[in-house]
């Protein structure tokens, strides 16, 4: 099925551009996006995960098997919730108690383990702080419980680009000439149900 049809049955907007790239197609549509004035990444869900992760970091710590907070930092948020299955409900409930300046004390932390760690894709405290600022708590928990129904199903998937602009959240998926993926297929329209007129694909004809 062309991805023109795939994005018609998803009920997604589908955007084609030409940009020049030597390395990955990611890189030159977020630099592209970032001199629009838009602030983001290009890890897929990696920076979103870790913005949930630092949400509900005190929880996660408590209820940690090694009973270390560096390792509820450091470790996968899809693994942690298979490994806390049992006390998730009052994990994710705990979103809704927490202040825009515990979940900064938060994510400094989050990112300082993950450094730590070498896990640092391209994690960002601003670009986390903006994700933080473009959504409702309650959708946070949304999302949240939509990963812990199937923690490693439901991460795979996630579209490429990140993208904040005036408090406006944007998921992109980056490609060329290949079409979406079983994984995307699947988890797009469940983050579309959460996001609306959020998420998108661009098309990237290299120059």
Request: aromatic share 8%; with cysteine; hydrophobic share 45%.
């Amino acid at each position: 099925m062309p991805l023109a049809t795939q994005c018609e049955k998803l009920s997604i907007r589908l955007d084609r551009i030409q940009l020049p790239y030597v390395d990955r197609p990611e890189v030159a549509a977020l630099n592209y996006f970032e001199a629009q004035g838009y602030i983001g990444t290009k890890i897929e869900g990696f920076m979103f995960h870790n913005v949930l992760k630092a949400l509900m970091l005190d929880k996660l710590a408590k209820f940690n098997t090694f009973n270390l907070r560096e390792d509820a930092c450091s470790r996968y948020l899809q693994a942690q919730f298979v490994i806390c299955k049992d006390d998730i409900d009052e994990i994710i409930d705990s979103i809704q108690d927490i202040s825009r300046l515990k979940f900064s004390s938060n994510l400094i932390e989050v990112i300082n383990q993950i450094r730590i760690a070498g896990l640092d894709t391209g994690v960002s405290f601003d670009v986390g702080l903006a994700i933080f600022d473009s959504l409702s708590l309650s959708v946070f928990a949304e999302i949240a419980r939509i990963i812990a129904e199937d923690p490693y199903k439901n991460v795979a998937g996630w579209p490429d680009l990140t993208l904040v602009k005036d408090n406006k959240i944007e998921l992109i998926e980056v490609k060329t000439t290949d079409r979406l993926h079983k994984n995307q297929l699947h988890i797009i329209p469940i983050l579309k149900s959460v996001l609306p007129d959020c998420i998108s694909v661009l098309q990237i004809t290299k120059l």
